[in-house]
Structure formats: C-alpha cells, structure tokens
C-alpha cells in the first residue's frame, strides 16, 4: 500500500527558509524510474507544480522560483525534502508530495498547509 | 514554458448529464498530460493519465480523449460523488503546468 504524508512547520515568517519533508512508504527512491514530486496549492487556487527528484537523484526545479528551491532525498528512511528560502507571504499554501512512476502523481499525499506571516 | 488553458473554470451539470471539460496546450505535448479529481479538503486523485488511460480503481464513466493540443476529460453520465474540482496537468516538459481548473457543480 503506497501512501505518503507531507510534515511542516506550520507557520513562519517571511525571509526565513521553509524545509518541507515527505515520508513514504510502499514504493522505494532507490527503485528504477521511481520519483517524488512537489506541488503546492493556494487556499481556493490552482495547482502549482514546483520540482520533482527521481530515484537516480536527478532533479527538476520550476523557474518561476528561481534559485529558492532545493529537492532531496533519503532513500534508506524512504524521505524525501523539499525547502524554501526566502519566503514571503505568496508561498502560503498546502503542500503536497506525491509519487511518480509512470504517470506522474498517481499518489499524493493529504498534504500540509504552510503559513507565511509576520 | 508551455501553457495549458482548461475550460470552463466553472461547470453546473445535472445528475446524468454528460459532462466535458477541455485542456489547450500552447505547444504539442503527444499524450503526456494527466488529469485529476479533487474534492474539497482532499488531496488530488490521479483519474487519467497518458491523456486516455483510466487510472486503476477510478469508474468508467470517466474518460479522456486528445486530438494535437487539445485534450478531453469525459463524463458519461454525472453521479452525486463526481462533485469536485478537477485539473489537468502537462507533464511532456519542464516546468511542468497544470491547467486552471474546473469547478463542476450541480445544477
């Protein structure tokens, strides 16, 4: 059974770094042609699709954010990581992981609502 | 980056109808776009992936269709638990794009 559950910080203020984690279970990142990615969404908004790393540690980041983002990995405690620097209030958002295999994101997890403030 | 333009962004249907709700890419993209159903306060749900395939455990009366840049999300015939959000997401290259979204109501 594949399920995967995002963990945050909650709340934070703006210009400090959001780390994001991602723990799984029922697939492994060390798996050929296995890959986690990241998506958030804004209350009432649309999906945003921000990076995804693959099981051979290949990664893809979308430019929109720059330079702020960093995807990673742990594949012997099945984790994968995502952070954030810089934040400001327009990264407020629920963030997802999800697995690809295949199809990209045919699981998600139930994601976690991140909160930028001061 | 490619584009990818759905509509409607919002959709009121009876029980029963046929529904449809179209994805425009701005570039050929084959058959590398997905689509989703999200419900409020859940996470997405993969329905169609590869643009025509069902995703295991999903029902049949959803299904999905291409033809170049243009992409259908089929319902054959609306029921109660269809009530969702739905989004479609291009996945042929980086970054990848999701569609605005659809909201389907009932009428």
């Known amino acids: 059974q594949v399920t995967l559950k995002e963990s945050g910080p909650g709340i934070l203020q703006p210009s400090q770094t959001l780390s994001l984690t991602c723990t799984f279970s029922g697939f492994s990142l060390s798996t050929y042609g296995m890959g986690v990615g990241w998506i958030r969404q804004p209350s009432g908004k649309g999906l945003e699709w921000l990076a995804n790393?693959?099981?051979?540690?290949?990664?893809y980041y979308n430019p929109s954010l720059k330079n702020r983002l960093t995807i990673s990995k742990d594949t012997s405690n099945n984790q994968a990581f995502l952070k954030i620097t810089n934040v400001d209030t327009a990264d407020t958002a629920t963030y997802y992981c999800?697995?690809?295999?295949?199809?990209?994101?045919?699981?998600w997890g139930q994601g976690v609502m991140v909160t930028v403030s001061s | 980056d490619i584009q990818v333009t759905q509509s409607p962004s919002s959709l009121l249907a009876s029980l029963g109808e046929r529904v449809t709700i179209t994805c425009q890419t701005s570039?050929?993209?084959?058959?590398?776009l997905n689509w989703f159903q999200q419900k409020p306060g859940q996470a997405p749900m993969l329905l169609i992936y590869?643009?025509?395939s069902l995703q295991t455990g999903m029902p049949s009366r959803f299904s999905g269709q291409y033809s170049g840049r243009s992409f259908t999300l089929t319902i054959t015939s609306l029921e109660p638990e269809d009530i969702a959000n739905y989004f479609c997401l291009q996945h042929y290259s980086a970054p990848w794009t999701f569609g605005g979204g659809t909201k389907l109501e009932l009428k």
């Open positions: 999800a697995r690809m295999r295949g199809p990209p994101f045919d699981y």
């Open positions: 590869y643009a025509t």
């Open positions: 790393i693959w099981w051979d540690d290949d990664k």
């Open positions: 570039q050929s993209i084959s058959n590398n």
